[in-house]
């Protein structure tokens, strides 16, 4: 057996003791294991099949049930976002049953929502704690990272040398990548010196990874993020990032190839790039069908029907098998119709007033890291988005991780600055001790 695959079984197995012990590293094991997922690296084709990630979900929600009493209470906390997830479960099934036309990958797709939403609401009923919260974290922020490691030892130009769930092409890597950057950026700016340290280890590996990738979509997504977060961000943190900003892009000047460059020079001239101009075709070609199937095709529907509503690819379709959309927005209403459109974005609108919500009450409680994750989250979310645009991420995980921690890190927030509060308030209620002396003179 390989030392990877061992060092693999020793941490994941270590999760799951851990998780028994406490229900939340049932969390960091499962972002654990789908960076590391035996099935799509080298290392664990001598592996059994023990259904990794499904057996991590069983043993938080065993260890939920041990446990349910110890969990830290939380003040006020609002689960709200996740009726968005439960909506969509709802409507997707309902969709397969009645509307699709390839209803065995719609079912599939289904069953995808229905597990996902099960665990988006178990990552945001157990992240309690900022400590909590920091694990996690940490650990999407490694698994990252060792994507880039892995991408420098055994990527070329559009090959990085890892797939993961749902994310198995480079492209998608990259996205995923470009999704928890403003992570790396930020705790390198504001981190502990451990924190700094690890993540200006990183950072070259994963930029590294963008060019080995050379997606444009991931590369667009960056300068989005670059220049929303010199609008957003208030304050001594806004110089901070500007000057992280101008080191990634020295970083990126000087490791980027002579195809990374010609690559992304497409962009500018995308009426003459092949691949541009055929997501024109496919975009117009979604908008068509949807208007013919306003209620959805469910899923897969869009590539039973692509030859039929883009017939300038058809010839070409025909010998290398149907595309897809390429865009996320048009997949799901292709898919889901109108009204799955409508719940994905109230989903992601929701989790934007979330973030905000931490913002405005970290300027008159102004204690933690609330603040930075919350941009970090903000701003990795409109980095996945904008890859989405060029690419489908409507399956991808880390968009809906990000909605759970938003909601775990408004609640611990919430119940911090109630415990704060609560500790002023019996400083202010208790007694001036009594002087019971007395002067005898």
Known sequence: MPLTAIIFVILYFTGLVLTLRNPYFGIATYIFEWHNHPPYMWWGKG???????LLVSVVTLISLLINYKK?????????????????????VYFISIFYSIDPASSFRKAEFFYKLTIQIFLMMFLIRESKHFRVVIWTLILGVAN???IAYQRGSNRYVGVIAPNSTEENAIAAHVAAVFPFFELYFLIGKKWEKIITAISLPFILNLIILANSRAAFVALV???LLSLIWIKGKLRWQVLLGTFIGALLLLYLANDQFWQRQNTIDNYKEEGSAVSRIYLWRGAIKMWKDHPMGLGGGGYQKLVMQYVPELAHIMEQKGAKTVHNTFLLVLVEWGFVGEIIFLGFLFHIFLILQEVKRRYRNY?????????????MGLLAILTAGIFHNRSYSEVIYWFGAFA????????TEIYELEDEETDEEDEPETLNTSFNLK
């Open 147 to 149: 994507f880039g490691r």
């Open 407 to 414: 909601v775990a890190l408004r609640n611990i927030q919430g």
């Open 71 to 91: 969990l830290k209470p939380l003040y006020k906390p609002k689960f709200n976002l996740i009726w968005w997830l439960v909506a969509m479960t709802v409507w």
């Open 366 to 378: 102004p204690f933690g890291r609330f603040y930075v994750d919350a941009i970090a989250l903000e």
């Open 224 to 226: 989005v993020i670059a």
């Open 47 to 53: 592996l059994p099949d023990l259904r990794w990630s």
